[in-house]
């Protein structure tokens, strides 16, 4: 017996190996004109394998302090061999991660992926995509430049205007009352331990039932035709992995990420300081309300409808009374719609403003 099948024999007389290969043997993914679509779930894990890679190999020379942040990253990116790639490709990355995201939801969404058995796979996907959105905002500050540093009081200061616990939060977020050094630190805490051992969980959640479940078909899909996971499927996927991967060198190699100068707290902001590109909805959102709404703050309007929408969106498996029946649901169909058309015009606007 040759050392693998001795290994897998010894194995097997502990965990039930054999039965986990046969079922992954027997994994398929349903062949249809939609079946596209299932690449981006397998594209969003890939792209968070590449940020724990990259975040890791940056963990060692990164200081997260006022007085030092700034440097090591400078140092990262002009003396560490091949650190101002694994920088790059992180910071990349991680906005095509949430790009993905993007798509993945929603097109989970308009095939109804959501469905019964599968609306735990929905609640605990968005709340990796709240985890990810998290990601963006704490690791922006961690270069410590002047554009991450008022971005970041820009963005605290919003949690302020959220009824009855804004004070609270933007304490809580800043580690006091202003952006400093505490907020670095505190950050950097979530970034690096808090939000990793959350996804660790939820993500793991949120495979293990797609592994129970397996994938959904769309409504109207009769043909019971399957392609086998392994290797079929797999080879599908890598093509998506093999193509952002050649985007993310080309991007880092051309576009290196910029580091910029470092924040001086007691300098005045720079005009139009603006959110990464995938806040910039609810940026645009918020400034389209007027100061005051009859007698409410219009701020605390808009945070509030921001906490609506969101639990409108997670409830959405549930909402959806159609979730039992192989019936179509116009429309949630149509609110899906409307909402990608107001988060791209609303991202364009805050682009060209
Ligand atoms: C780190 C983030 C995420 C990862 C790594 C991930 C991974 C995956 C994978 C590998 C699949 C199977 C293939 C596919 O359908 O694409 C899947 C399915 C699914 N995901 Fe995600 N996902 C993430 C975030 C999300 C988000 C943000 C949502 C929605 C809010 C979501 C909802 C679902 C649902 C409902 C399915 C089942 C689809 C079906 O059976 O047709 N996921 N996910």
Do not use: C
């Amino acid at each position: 017996m040759g050392i693998f099948e001795s290994t897998e024999a010894w194995l097997n007389e502990r965990v039930p190996l054999q039965s986990w290969k046969d079922f992954f043997k027997k994994k398929g993914v349903p062949l249809h004109k939609h079946s596209v679509w299932y690449v981006f779930g397998g594209a969003a894990l890939f792209l968070f394998a590449i940020q724990v890679v990259t975040g890791i190999l940056l963990l060692l020379y990164y200081r997260p302090s006022s007085d030092a942040a700034f440097e090591s990253v400078k140092f990262i990116m002009t003396q560490v061999k091949f650190g101002w790639l694994i920088r790059s490709i992180h910071s990349w990355s991680a906005n095509l991660f949430i790009l993905v995201l993007f798509i993945h939801m929603f097109s989970v969404y308009f095939l109804k992926g959501y469905r019964k058995p599968r609306e735990l796979t929905w609640v605990t996907g968005l709340l990796m995509f709240f985890i990810a959105l998290g990601f963006g905002f704490t690791g922006y500050l961690l270069p410590w430049n002047t554009l991450a540093y008022f971005a970041t009081k820009v963005g605290t200061e919003i949690t302020a205007v959220v009824p009855f616990v804004g004070d609270f939060l933007l304490k809580f977020l800043r580690g006091g009352e202003d952006v400093t050094g505490a907020t670095l630190t505190r950050l950097f805490g979530f970034h690096v331990a808090v939000l990793p051992a959350l996804s660790t969980l939820i993500l793991g959640i949120h495979l293990a039932l797609i592994q129970i479940q397996g994938m959904s078909k769309p409504i109207g899909v009769k043909s019971d035709k399957e392609m086998p996971f392994f290797p079929n499927f797999l080879y599908r996927d890598m093509i998506g992995w093999l193509a952002m991967l050649g985007l993310l060198a080309v991007l880092a190699a051309f576009f290196p990420w910029e580091l910029g100068t470092k924040a001086d707290p007691f300098a005045p902001a720079p005009a139009g300081i603006k959110p990464e590109w995938y806040f910039l909805f609810m940026f645009e959102t918020l400034k389209l309300f007027p100061s005051k709404v009859l007698i409410f703050d219009g701020e605390s309007l808009a945070v509030m409808l921001f906490g609506v929408v969101g639990v409108f969106w997670l409830l959405v498996p549930f909402l959806d009374k159609k979730a039992n029946r192989e019936e179509k649901s116009p429309v949630f169909t149509l609110i899906g719609v409307a909402g990608i058309i107001a988060i791209v015009i609303l991202t364009i606007i805050g682009y060209v403003s």
